[in-house]
């Protein structure tokens, strides 16, 4: 079982950033690949970004590609989400998620994850 705990939303401006973090229980983490989901009101959850074992291959959106990072750090068990040039359509609850040790080459749907977070709200004034 493995726990997984959003942190560091938050309310900014436009323009501005923010750094999400997920830490995650259990030993095995180094052997999980993480992703970023995010849910604003009124629609559906939807990717944001991943991060497959090793760190070394990653995929975002298309609408937060060039803003937003995904990054690990296996020795913390934390992964992160540095967010850059924020807007207000990025305004959503934000969830990390994991994914048990077994290859996919896609990372974006979320029946793909074992493990979810409860949640970050990030709130992007205009």
């Known amino acids: 079982q493995v726990q997984l705990v959003e942190s560091g939303g938050g309310l900014v401006q436009a323009g501005g950033s923010l750094r999400l973090s997920c830490a995650a229980s259990g030993r095995t983490f180094s052997s999980y690949a993480m992703g970023w989901f995010r849910q604003a009101p009124g629609k559906e959850r939807e990717f944001v970004a991943a991060i497959w074992w090793s760190g070394g291959n990653t995929d975002y959106a298309d609408s937060v590609k060039g803003r937003f990072t995904i990054s690990r750090a296996d020795a913390k068990n934390t992964v992160y989400l540095q967010i850059n040039s924020l807007k207000p359509e990025d305004t959503a609850v934000y969830y990390c998620?994991?994914?048990?040790?077994?290859?996919?080459?896609?990372?974006?749907?979320?029946?793909?994850?074992?493990?979810w977070g409860q949640g970050t709200q990030v709130t992007v004034s205009s």
């Open positions: 998620a994991a994914r048990g040790p077994y290859y996919s080459k896609s990372l974006r749907s979320e029946r793909l994850y074992d493990y």
